[in-house]
């Protein structure tokens, strides 16, 4: 199985299992989720979905989770609970990555993180690609109107507004690209 990761909903970056990090980006490997079930769990993020942790060996599947690196979690004022919507796969998978950000001091710091974009580094298999664009199309657009719904409850001053709303932007984007793939395909 290849590694895969999430992103972290306060910085956007992933986290990241301990193959991938220097002494700078150490703190990517601390991990905080909570899951559809609202349970609450914090360790070191291993790169296969779990958390390495002695009391918790914690399965996070894409669709049933929330997380944040223990930093951000910290510096957005621990916020609380699962949100109705995955958070974001990772395109380095947590791995594929020379990014090493030092540890963000303030939330201004942590939200300059969200600058730097992951470079997608999965290549789709040409005789799959049509499958799999389908796929991700139906994904995706069910992606969007769960954001939407959210987008829609939440005051506009939520520290976590702006995450959801790039979150949702960056699935519309992608969701045109597969648009226009399928169409090229007919
Ligand atoms: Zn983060």
Redesign the pocket.
Known sequence: MGFFSFN?E????SLRSYHAVNAASSW?QSAVVYTADGKFHQGAYDGYGRLETASENVELLDGACTV??Q??WRLLGRPKGFLPVASGAAADQGYFTDFHPEKPKTRGE?QQ?RKHRQVEKRLVEPDEGEARAEENKAQLEDRISKLDKVLGLLDGSDPLYPTLAERRDGYALQLRTVTRYLERMR
């Open positions: 972290c306060g910085c956007g970056q990517m944040y690196h930093r951000c942590m993180l």
